[in-house]
Nanobody
Framework: VQLQASGGGLVQAGGSLRLSCAVS????????MAWFRRAPGKEREIVSA????????YYASSVKGRFTISRDNAKSTVYLQMNSLKPEDTAVYYC???????????????WGQGTQVTVSS
């Protein structure tokens, strides 16, 4: 199983980035997908999640209204569109998959390698 995250980078505050996570080696439509992040000196936290067939979405309060999660089941890829970025969004972002609909990191069995997002003020 591979989760390949990409799309991170350096952006000024107020800017946008789109993260992608290409999944292989599992049946994509049987897995809920999520994005987590870990900022320097902070605990890992869930950013957003999307259910197997796109019927449910979850957003952390800190990103609601600014970030949008989506998935393309035909391409086995999940996306995170991040708009109006703030310096506090700076973190390594990880995609993860779970057969359970949950916000708990330990319920996610497969993880990508992470992609760095840096937002300058």
């Amino acid at each position: 199983v591979q989760l390949q995250a990409s799309g991170g980078g350096l952006v000024q505050a107020g800017g946008s980035l789109r993260l992608s996570c290409a999944v292989s080696g599992l049946t994509f439509t049987t897995h809920n997908m999520a994005w987590f992040r870990r900022a320097p000196g902070k605990e890992r936290e869930i950013v957003s999640a999307i259910s197997r067939l796109n019927s449910n979405q979850y957003y952390a309060s800190s990103v609601k209204g600014r970030f949008t999660i989506s998935r393309d089941n035909a391409k086995s890829t999940v996306y995170l569109q991040m708009n109006s970025l703030k310096p506090e969004d700076t973190a390594v972002y990880y995609c993860a998959s779970s057969t359970t609909w949950t916000a708990l990191a330990h319920e996610y069995g497969y993880w990508g390698q992470g992609t760095q997002v840096t937002v300058s003020s």
